[in-house]
């Protein structure tokens, strides 16, 4: 028991570490263990979610697709900590593997940059890198938007909420988290053909991610604005948007003063979503500003797990 609680207080400075690292250290695209699993994810949805058939069968294949991707992953990853010696090491490995938002700060600045040289057609290209929705015939203020919504959004899912569940329960935990994720995203609800077959996936994420939309719409408040984040919050109320992307994106339209939301597009259909936050449609700058408080929002989190690791240590020492 005091073995257990010891590896327990040492997961806060890990964490740290790790997220610390992955904003220097990050693989190349191509070698992502996530890159090939999620290529894996949309081979298996094409496979096993053909068409013409009912409600029930998509949405029970795609239950069970899951759970073929993410329960045999996860028990060949419970053999390797049962033979490791190392299981912290394993724990920061798997991790960190799983961590990939250095990459997505790295491609917002890109496409504020060439929103801001006036290169639409590029800054187009490099969202539809990050983003389902069609970007082809987005103007200037719907790329900035579509940018921001996505930075807001995986700020609170690949990063904070990830953190949240490391915490929880270890690397093994993460993983888990993170597999959802990615089958979230390869069999998208939103996305006409995977409607009822990411039903599942969907909302499992959604609700595994509720920690992290809570932790990045309280940090746009406290780093900004509490009074404009409340009210823009009390007026989306009647959203239809989700809960948790309701938080994070009435909280940041209120800190930025901006326009997000709104209707979308996916595979040519378009889906009506209601608006957030005032009138003023974002630009560059507003993509800009979007980079560093996240930016802000990770120092504080880095100086919260800091302190934390601080006080186990002082309680340790004396």
Known sequence: MSQL??????????????????????????TQPMALLQLFATRLGNKVNPPNRSTGQQQLSGALALLTLVLPLLSLLSLLYWFSDWPLVLDALLLFFCLDFGRQQHR??????????????????????????DCSTLSE???????????????????????????????LTAVAYRLILLCNQSWNS?????????????TLGQ???????????????????MGRSWRELQHSKQSNLCRG??????SLAGVLQVNLAGPVKYQGQKQRRDRLGPSRLPQ???????????????LTCYLLLLSVSLLQLFSILY
């Open 284 to 298: 560059a700058a507003d993509v800009w500003l979007t980079v560093r408080l996240n930016q802000q929002a990770q």
């Open 5 to 30: 609680l010891t590896e327990l207080w040492l997961y806060p400075p890990l964490l740290l570490l790790v997220w610390i690292l992955s904003q220097y250290l990050r693989l190349p695209q191509e």
């Open 141 to 171: 203020a719907g790329v900035c938007k579509a940018s921001i919504e996505h930075q807001a959004l995986q700020l609170a899912r690949h990063w904070l909420a990830l953190g949240f569940w490391f915490l929880v329960g270890g690397g």
């Open 245 to 250: 992307q309701r938080w994070v994106l009435a």
């Open 108 to 133: 917002h600045r890109q496409i504020a940059s060439a929103i801001q040289r006036k290169q639409l057609g590029l800054a187009r290209d490099l969202l539809q890198l990050e983003v389902l929705r």
């Open 207 to 225: 609700l595994c991610s509720l920690p992290g939309y809570f932790g990045a719409s309280l940090l746009y408040a406290v780093l900004v604005s």
């Open 190 to 202: 939103k996305q006409p053909s995977f409607q009822q077959f990411g039903k599942a996936a969907a």
